[in-house]
């Protein structure tokens, strides 16, 4: 019996690398602690990617194949988790840049709830998730959720960012 090339598909859509593990998402997933470290390759327009509960030093990145539209998200552990960090939106069609959105630890960890989901759609002036883009990740505590993201719309004149948003 052969063994896979690379080490490809010995654990479903996983693919081993030195850095962690890609999964290749096509329908909603729930992340776990185990697979911190992993990129997650979100190959779907509207599904929801949900975060294991915050411990320092958790990580994940995940790069969107396709445009988001309507219903994709990344969700922290709804109530006790939060993001914070900073969305940065650019234009494709123009040479435009929506004012970032820049949450600090101190805000959402007072109000977690009010900053537990990110919500995505690649055509809006506020949103963006475009096929590309990429949100890292890195838990600082076992609260909050650091963010650093840049995003890009279709809509030619991008405004004030909102991804970071209360469930």
Not at 14 to 41: C, H, M, R, W, Y
Not at 94 to 117: E, F, K, N, R
Not at 120 to 145: C, H, N, P, R, Y
Request: proline residues 3%; negative net charge.
């Amino acid at each position: 019996m052969a063994n896979p090339l690379y080490g490809q598909n010995k654990t479903d859509n996983e693919i081993d690398n030195a850095a962690g593990k890609v999964i290749v998402a096509t329908d909603d997933i729930t992340l776990t602690a185990a697979q911190s470290g992993s990129t997650v390759f979100m190959n779907a327009a509207a599904k929801t990617i949900q975060l294991p509960s915050a411990k320092a030093g958790l990580r994940f990145k995940v790069i969107f194949g396709v445009a988001t539209t309507a219903g994709a998200d990344i969700l922290a552990d709804a109530g006790n988790d939060c993001f914070f960090g900073i969305v940065r939106l650019f234009s494709t069609t123009a040479d435009q840049a929506g004012v970032p959105q820049i949450l600090t630890h101190a805000v959402a960890v007072a109000a977690p709830g009010s900053y537990d989901t990110m919500d995505f759609v690649a055509a809006t002036a506020t949103i963006g998730g475009s096929a590309g883009d990429m949100v890292e990740l890195v838990a600082v505590d076992g609260t909050a959720w650091h963010v650093n993201a840049s995003l890009t719309t279709s809509n030619a004149n991008p405004g004030t960012v909102a991804v970071i948003v209360a469930s």
